[in-house]
């Protein structure tokens, strides 16, 4: 989206339909064709697929779908969602091999004193050879690694001050950051550079309200352009000028729901001042098992649905 113009804005995604895996090539092709040939070419604000979905709706897209991928999409089954972010750490893959999925911040891979992280995973692909993979959250896995070759992995990461346990706070595990300046021409405010010391602040202000063990899931981008996906987000700082930023609360742990502003321009250093007394509230009347978000979405905005807690 962009400030102050209306004809943008941020949308959930829709279901269409069921397609088998052999089949995905070609639907993959028809989307891509269709958002050619019916997105806006001329307006660069415009031209996204969800606002052709938006205009000619599901049943339109769906048709179109299937006449240019010569095949019948199956109606959509039941799925659930039931959080967002990634399997970190050691896990075992089908075929009896592991992979390391490790923490990234703001998906920078650089080393900083005390933690290498750059130069260990250097050494670990020179010598152990995995398939590497980055993740939606910014992340990075090792791939189809030898069982017999975790403890030599744990010893040189470690050795850089990488553990493979990544020990960081579970609201840092859940951020995530635009690189905005000074990469960004599209930038408005400082991101991906200004968010590790607000999560040392924020992750502070949790502790001093109670709440030091509490995932919050934030994201920051230096503009309304969504880079960071900060319209799903419990917590959302969204660059409006040098040193000003949006606040949106009220996301959901599965990302389908969208937050909404909860202050409009706030300076840098007075974000978390702004969001401590919610925090408090939070912390004070929430319900067993409620999220931030879902507090955010039931108390502030009674309207909005809310995923019920967990017993």
Not at 170 to 189: E, I, K, N, V, Y
């Amino acid at each position: 989206m962009s400030h102050g113009n209306t004809q943008t804005f941020p949308r959930l995604a829709d279901v269409v339909g069921f397609l088998r895996p052999e089949h995905l090539e070609k639907v993959a092709k028809a989307v891509i064709t269709i958002h050619r040939d019916f997105g806006d070419r001329t307006n660069r604000k415009h031209a996204r697929l969800k606002y052709v979905l938006e205009e000619r709706g599901v049943d339109w897209f769906r048709i179109e779908v299937e006449e240019r991928a010569g095949i019948k999409l199956e109606a959509a089954r039941p799925f659930e969602f039931t959080r967002q972010g990634d399997l970190l750490g050691w896990h075992q893959q089908t075929n009896g091999k592991y992979f390391l999925s490790l923490f990234v911040e703001n998906g920078r891979i650089r080393d900083a004193e005390g933690y290498k992280l750059k130069t260990g995973l250097r050494q670990v692909i020179d010598r152990f050879a995995p398939e590497v993979r980055l993740t939606a959250s910014q992340n990075l896995l090792l791939v189809n690694i030898a069982p017999e070759a975790r403890a030599a992995i744990n010893e040189l990461l470690g050795t850089h001050g990488v553990s493979t346990t990544n020990p960081f706070s579970p609201t840092r595990l859940a951020s995530m950051a635009c690189p905005a300046l000074p990469t960004c021409g599209l930038a408005l405010a400082e991101s991906e550079r200004t968010m590790p010391g607000l999560l040392t602040q924020l992750e502070g202000l949790l502790g001093e309200v109670g709440l030091a063990q509490q995932e919050l899931i934030v994201r920051m981008t230096g503009c309304p352009n969504g880079c960071a996906r900060p319209y799903m987000a419990e917590i959302a700082f969204v660059g409006k000028g040098p040193n000003k930023y949006q606040i949106y609360l009220g996301g959901n742990e599965t990302g389908t729901r969208l937050n909404r502003v909860y202050k409009d321009s706030v300076k840098g250093e007075d974000l978390l001042p702004e969001l401590r007394p919610v925090l408090t509230r939070y912390r004070q009347q929430r319900k067993n098992g409620e999220r931030f978000g879902d507090f955010c979405a039931r108390v502030l905005w009674p309207e909005a649905p809310v995923a019920a807690p967990e017993p």
